[in-house]
């Protein structure tokens, strides 16, 4: 990552950071409803990988902790924040929600609530850009606990045999909803998992974002460069429980506190500190400005816009007025 | 008007859409090089090659998503599933992704995929190679489900289906594939919605789709020559939804209702079509209307059983006789 980017990268994790902390008090005051699922810990991952890849060109996917990689995917923070809010003027029209967010324009695919549906549908987008012709990629995004699901293997084991331009990250952040990795899974190191598939795979460090990024460029290369897939597993750990409901009895305070110790954000502030590349002073200033900018723009035009009108309730169940329902253009 | 086996109609609708649009490609288990189970796909292999005919591994509910996944950015896929039984696997994918990505997305992705699969009872199959799981598929919103009963439909809904923009699960028969039937020269369209008389009739209304319209058919041809009386039959193509102005129509006209399923009757077509009759028309109705439908068991291995647990025309006509109070 060149030293010019670093600082922007900074700068959108930190807000990542107070976006998803903003989004607890909301839920905690009721605006936002139903699940929901924080990102904090994690920047690193998302940013790092999408820094690397082409975003808005290429294509990207995630499950349900997914309004951070629709933002860096160029999905408006403000669209993230009203779909949370239940607005009309949510990215999917209050229809979706946290654990539903979408950016077609933005080719960013959704987030699912499945853990692993979203294996095979980023193997589908794949499939489709080999089909047309084009150089992108998809980039599929989901957690450790995923690959415990069916079609983890069955997707791996298509990819592999199609030859398809998808680059798998596990987001290894070592809990299953509430159980730890080793309780759940054989084989806890995850990019072990692909030697059944050959799949080409690495594990690296997801907090340092330096490390993410390198790893992310040679997985990247290899997808566009027509080699078929790739699995990139980043040891990265989340903050908060697994969702809102979540009360995190079951990790020990010492894992938490040594994992606090390599925050994200704190890694990339410091090396740019010692770099030269910005100062204590600046950060802080950039911090204030961040919790301005989202409380006085983001929950602001959350909070002001409208719920969606009732005419939405059926509006897109069906295609609308799609005349092969009815045998073709009469 | 060429008479086609179903199998070719179903053949000659993939080769037309596949020919007209590079994006429609199908997938499935041994669709390719060995031509298909039922023969569906024959030598589409050799025409349109690996990357648009696409022998899937046996992975139901991973080829499903991919070829969801495909949808979402223009891909037409036609992906068949060898047995409808297997089609429970690929549920997760069919229910909460292709029926649902258009709505919680608000508009933004749509997944315009074909899914193709025989359901029904064929010949000793057992248990697990038997089931009739239409019921499962038509509850869900979002998601299309059509049923061919002849040549000419499978042909005309596979075309349609292809085109529309919603997913469409086409229930087939493995008993059906060899059927003859007329199918037009010409192109030719199904709606997607809606159902057809099969036959005219005044006494009574005999709903059947797929294998049970024939069902229903022979048992007019009983009632109509043995006992005077004339049946009308429905042909209920499509399943979700069920053309509630058809069933009223016909209702309104015969006064009776008699259902023809070959699933079991819990929560199925029967007892759907029943609630649209209670909601549309009660006061039409002569008689309480009447579900033939299977036995409520797994489907038995031994041949003698297994016929005893699918209703056949007789029964229609002794439901039909017993609702007229004739038996």
Known sequence: MKPADKKRVLKE??????????????????????FLHLYPGEEACAHGVLEAARPGHDYVMTSYRDHIHAIKSGVSPKAVMAELFSKETGCCKGLGGSMHIF????????????????????????????????????????????????????????????????????????????????????????????????????????????IVYDAAKIAVDHVRSGKGPYFLELMTYRYRGHSMSDSNAYRAKEEEQMWGKRDPIIILRDRLI????????????????????????????????????????????????????????? | MAELMYWEALRRAHDEEMTRDPLVICMGEDIGVAGGTYKATNG???????????????????????????????VRPIIEIMSVNFAWLAMDQLFNTAAKVRYMSGGQLEAPIVVRSPGGTAHQLGAQHSARMEKVFMGIAGLRVVTPSNSRQAYGLLKSAVRCNDPVFINEHELMYNMKGEVPDEEYFMPLEGSEVAREGSDVTLFGYNISVHW???????????????????????????????????????????IVEEAEPAVGVGSE???????????????????????????????????????????????????????
Request: glycine share 10%; net charge negative; hydrophobic share 40%.
């Open chain 1, 274 to 330: 010692e770099a030269g590349g910005v100062t204590l002073e600046e950060y802080e200033q950039m911090d204030s400005e961040i919790i301005a900018e989202i409380e006085d723009d983001i929950i602001k035009f959350a909070e002001e816009s409208h719920e969606p009108s009732a005419e939405l309730l059926d509006k897109y169940v069906l295609a609308e007025n799609d005349p092969w329902v009815r045998g073709g253009a009469k």
């Open chain 2, 273 to 327: 079509v029943m609630a649209i009759i209670n909601e549309e028309c009660f006061f039409e109705l002569d008689a309480p209307p009447v579900r033939v439908s299977a036995e409520n068991v797994p489907i038995p291995y031994n041949h003698k059983l297994e016929k005893m647990a699918i209703p056949t025309a007789q029964h229609v006509v002794d439901a039909v006789l017993k609702q007229l109070g004739l038996s």
């Open chain 2, 44 to 74: 589409l292999y050799d025409k349109y090659g690996p990357e648009r005919v696409i022998d899937t591994p046996i992975s139901e509910g991973g080829y499903t998503g991919v070829g969801i996944g495909a949808s979402f950015i223009g």
């Open chain 1, 103 to 210: 950016g077609a324009e933005h080719r960013f695919m959704g987030g699912y609530a499945l853990v692993g549906g979203p294996f095979p549908l980023a193997a589908g987008i794949a499939k489709g850009i080999k089909l047309k012709g084009g150089d992108e990629i998809c980039i599929c995004f989901l957690g450790d606990a995923a690959n415990n699901q069916g079609v983890f293997h069955e997707t791996m084991n298509m990819a592999k045999i199609w030859d398809l331009p998808v680059l798998y990250i596990c987001e290894n952040n070592l809990y299953g909803i509430g159980t730890r990795i080793d309780r759940s899974t054989a084989v806890v190191d995850q990019y072990k998992r692909m030697s059944g598939y050959d799949i080409p795979s690495a594990q690296v460090d997801g907090q340092d974002i330096d």
């Open chain 1, 13 to 34: 994790m930190l807000f990542a950071r107070r976006f998803e902390e903003r989004c607890y008090e909301a839920y905690v005051e009721r605006k936002i409803g139903g």
């Open chain 2, 216 to 258: 229903c058919l022979a048992a007019a041809e009983i009632l109509a020559s043995k006992h005077g009386i004339n049946a009308e039959v429905i042909d209920l193509f499509s399943l979700s939804p069920l053309d509630r102005d058809g069933i009223k129509a016909s209702v309104s006209k015969t006064h009776r209702a008699v």
